[in-house]
């Protein structure tokens, strides 16, 4: 077999970047991505804390490798005519599709559109927050959250900063690790506000059920969403909007379309797989691996993956690392501290390390490998619901 095919992905964050640079380079890879650079994301709350820059050209991490990188924002997809269409009108053919549209910050609560920023915009907050002082309000008591909080805290003294929840701050870490947690961001002047749910967002604050919480800058780090793109196009989906897939990471409904990333839904031990390049990048690669496999008419293993820990940095100087089981729920055993900051950097820094190996050696990136769940193809034809696709491969 071992035929040449023209493969197409779009996308260019951290999965859609470990599909392209890992995929046998015999075949045609067209990188289509929205921006001409690549953005390390678990480094964004350090770019609106003052970090000068989070980014690498996406030229640089594709040179030598014969990978035709497109600048485009992909708008639709034609799934039984294998095309996808740019903004701009352009239409790029594909045997193989990889979607790797990944998500972004949920803004759907009242006035966060309008009066919060969000991860994504943290190059305007740190404009905003710089030289400046007053009352800044982060809302969202996942990692997210938590990291933003800890970060802008540390960095701009002159801003009283709390962290609205309708949770627990760290409500997934273990007893230990969100003891540390607390007393962490008690040293960083952090005023927590758990327990409360925000309704609005206004030019004065958040409005929430306990009342109005005074703002001068409110940050939004809520939970993720993904693109709509897949479920417009017919592509079965989960209630969350994510590809459905099968044990191999390829659609249910679409068989020359695969979902990676945040963008998949990949039933792992424990339920869907966690929004995190922790799990985007063993998906992304072994979806690579995959496509290799079956063009070559080598039988295609299903993923198999299970987590080891969460890292959480809390300033420049303190952080946390939380060890979880394959399932990811937490062991009680902890990191935390300046090693557990040092190990954070590491791990951040090893993400795009990775991705230049990729770029030498295309298969290097190695992780740790449970147990694999073969019923995963029929569990998520349970789950699919139809989008004017037929969920059946």
Request: charged share 25%; with cysteine.
């Amino acid at each position: 077999m071992d035929a040449t095919r023209n493969i197409v992905i779009i996308g260019a964050g951290y999965a859609g970047l470990t599909t392209a640079l890992r995929i046998d380079r015999k075949h045609r890879i067209t990188l289509i991505s929205a921006d001409e650079h690549f953005t390390q994301r678990i480094r964004l709350h350090e770019l609106a804390a003052g970090r000068p820059e989070v980014t690498v050209p996406l030229k640089e991490l594709t040179k030598g490798t014969g990978i035709t990188t497109v600048r485009g924002r992909v708008n639709a997809i034609d799934p039984d005519g294998r095309r996808v269409r740019t903004e701009d009108g352009r239409e790029f053919a594909y045997d193989t599709l990889v979607y790797a549209l990944g998500s972004r910050t949920d803004t759907g609560t009242p006035g966060v559109a309008e009066h919060a920023y969000t991860a994504e915009q943290a190059g305007e907050l740190r404009a905003r927050l710089h030289g400046g002082s007053g009352e800044l309000v982060v809302v969202g008591g996942g990692l997210t959250g938590v990291e933003m909080a800890a970060e802008l805290a540390e960095s701009y003294p002159a801003w009283r900063v709390a962290l609205v929840t309708g949770g627990v701050a760290g409500a997934g870490l273990s007893e230990k690790g969100r003891r540390h947690l607390a007393r962490t961001l008690t040293r960083l002047g952090v005023r927590m506000r758990e327990g409360t749910h925000v309704e609005s967002v206004g030019r004065d604050g958040v409005r929430t059920d306990q009342g109005l919480i005074a703002a001068d800058v409110v940050v939004w780090a809520g939970s993720f969403r993904v693109h709509e793109l897949a479920a417009e196009a017919g592509l079965a989906v989960d209630d969350h909007g994510r590809i459905v897939v099968d044990e191999t990471l390829r659609s249910v409904s679409h068989p020359d379309v695969y979902a990676v990333g945040d963008a998949a839904a990949v039933r792992l031990p424990g339920g869907t797989h966690r929004m995190s390049c922790a799990a985007g990048m063993p998906i992304a690669a072994h979806a690579a691996d995959v496509i290799n496999a079956r063009a070559a008419g080598r039988p295609a293993e299903p993923f198999r993956f299970r987590y080891l820990l969460q890292c959480v940095s809390l300033g420049r100087r303190d952080g946390l690392v939380q060890f979880v089981h394959g399932d990811d729920t937490p062991k009680e055993r902890i990191l935390s501290g300046r090693t557990a900051a040092w190990v954070k950097e590491q791990i951040c820094r090893f993400t795009v390390a990775s991705l230049k190996m990729e770029r030498r050696r295309p298969g290097t990136y190695m992780w740790v490998k449970g147990p694999a769940r073969r019923d995963a193809a029929e569990g998520g034809r349970v789950e699919a619901r139809r989008t004017g696709a037929t969920a059946t491969r």
